[in-house]
T-cell receptor, first 114, second 112 residues
Framework: GAGVSQTPSNKVTEKGKYVELRCDPI?????LYWYRQSLGQGPEFLIY????????DSGLPNDRFFAVRPEGSVSTLKIQRTERGDSAVYLC????????????FGQGTRLTVV | DAKTTQPTSMDCAEGRAANLPCNHS???????VYWYRQIHSQGPQYIIH???NNETNEMASLIITEDRKSSTLILPHATLRDTAVYYC?????????????FGAGTTVTVRA
């Protein structure tokens, strides 16, 4: 597809479980970002990859959250020991990685922890 | 990044121009003004960005004041599909910082 693809679109999990959220960026985009959006609020930055490396992970809330991008394309956001407060829409975006370009967002994964 | 201030909500009539204000009084010389919007249940969508000159594209126009402390996004002929949350974001230029700091945005409702 032409856009950023996120799977699954919805995920319901029990408190304490482990979840993985996947992001397929636009082909050729070197920059990839994860954001989290709680109900009624704007998206909040989590982590930014340039290629395979995490250039800025300052937004990850704690060590239960981890993200990888092993081959510089697909990225996985991993959440351990989920808590009800982790319930949110997780958004992924990608951009060409050059100066001052726009970011293209996926539709997001709605995570519900029960 | 500098903070921005936007009205919480605004209504506009279908077919009329919608003017969305944004204050960014602490903006620095190397910071751009970006606008994104988010339609319900979708990811944010880029609209336009500028440094100091006015900009126009197929979606909107961006008017930046001479002192760069405020800007206005103009949707020339609003349609019902323009109903969304609009975010004004100030971001440092260059490769070193790509993260976008979204605030609460302005909820725009276009009415028939």
């Amino acid at each position: 597809g032409a856009g950023v693809s996120q799977t699954p679109s919805n995920k319901v999990t029990e408190k304490g479980k482990y979840v993985e959220l996947r992001c397929d960026p636009i082909s050729g985009h070197t920059a990839l970002y994860w954001y989290r959006q709680s109900l009624g609020q704007g998206p909040e930055f989590l982590i930014y990859f340039q290629g395979t490396g995490a250039a800025d992970d300052s937004g990850l809330p704690n060590d239960r959250f981890f993200a990888v991008r092993p081959e510089g394309s697909v990225s996985t956001l991993k959440i351990q020991r989920t808590e009800r407060g982790d319930s949110a829409v997780y958004l992924c975006a990608s951009s060409p990685g050059t100066e001052n370009t726009e970011a293209f967002f996926g539709q997001g994964t709605r995570l519900t922890v029960v | 990044d500098a903070k921005t201030t936007q009205p919480t909500s605004m209504d506009c009539a279908e077919g009329r121009a919608a003017n969305l204000p944004c204050n960014h009084s602490t903006i620095s010389g190397n910071e751009y003004v970006y606008w994104y919007r988010q339609i319900h249940s979708q990811g944010p969508q880029y609209i336009i960005h500028g440094l100091k000159n006015n900009e126009t594209n197929e979606m909107a126009s961006l008017i930046i004041t001479e002192d760069r402390k405020s800007s206005t996004l103009i949707l020339p002929h609003a349609t019902l599909r323009d109903t969304a949350v609009y975010y004004c974001i100030v971001r440092v230029a260059g490769n070193s910082d790509y993260k976008l700091s979204f605030g609460a945005g302005t909820t725009v409702t276009v009415r028939a």
